[in-house]
T-cell receptor, first 115, second 112 residues
């Protein structure tokens, strides 16, 4: 069984400040890990994913995340927040079985960016 | 189409009525997923279809929920005898292969 924990349902940062959204996972097999962003009244958009290889992955809009197996974490960061980053962010995990596998999502973190 | 299309975008129904939600995936995507997003609950997996294989229905919350995928393309999620706790946003996603989900914008269902 897999699970995802996102620490902090709401995070507020100032424009230009570092964004750090935390995600910890539990998986009995090596996981695939994802971050999605959801803007109001829209579906989810993939920000980045870790499957294999380099543990630091870069995504769209300047976001990146680092897979740390020893900490079972996949935190999302961005060096400088922009007002347009305000949205809800979801971390997700899937196993490596089959050719298409369902995702288990965290409960989401709402990012607020203030002036 | 260019993306995953869901209809209707909003649906208000009376308690006890049946509803059908439609998902039109990206052409050629063999995998199709339904998720439910409730306020403060994150996304809950409901069901997925992969090619001609039997669907994985392990996430359906009760036997009032069912889904079909016709011709390997369009899918319909049906909720019978709707209850107020069924109110949520129902999201569909499709994928050409492993780990390449594209989500639709969802159907917001309100049961009154």
């Amino acid at each position: 069984a897999q699970s995802v924990t996102q620490l902090g349902s709401h995070v507020s940062v100032s424009e230009g400040a570092l964004v750090l959204l935390r995600c910890n996972y539990s998986s009995s097999v090596p996981p695939y890990l994802f971050w999605y962003v959801q803007y109001p009244n829209q579906g989810l958009q993939l920000l980045l994913k870790y499957t294999t290889g380099a543990t630091l992955v870069k995504g769209i809009n300047g976001f990146e995340a680092e897979f740390k197996k020893s900490e079972t974490s996949f935190h999302l960061t961005k060096p400088s927040a922009h007002m347009s980053d305000a949205a809800e962010y979801f971390c997700a995990v899937s196993d490596r079985t089959g050719t298409a596998s369902k995702l288990t999502f965290g409960t989401g973190t709402r990012l607020q960016v203030t002036l | 189409g260019a993306g995953v299309s869901q209809s209707p975008s909003n649906k208000v129904t009376e308690k006890g009525k049946d509803v059908e939600l439609r998902c039109d995936p990206i052409s050629g995507h063999t995998a199709l997923y339904w998720y439910r997003q409730s306020l403060g609950q994150g996304l809950e997996f409901l069901i997925y279809f992969q090619g001609n294989s039997a669907p994985d229905k392990s996430g359906l919350p009760s036997d009032r929920f069912s889904a079909e995928r016709t011709g390997g393309s369009v899918s319909t999620l049906t909720i019978q005898r709707t209850q107020q706790e069924d109110s949520a946003v129902y999201l569909c996603a499709s994928s050409p292969r492993a780990y390449g989900y594209t989500f639709g914008s969802g159907t917001r269902l309100t049961v009154v």
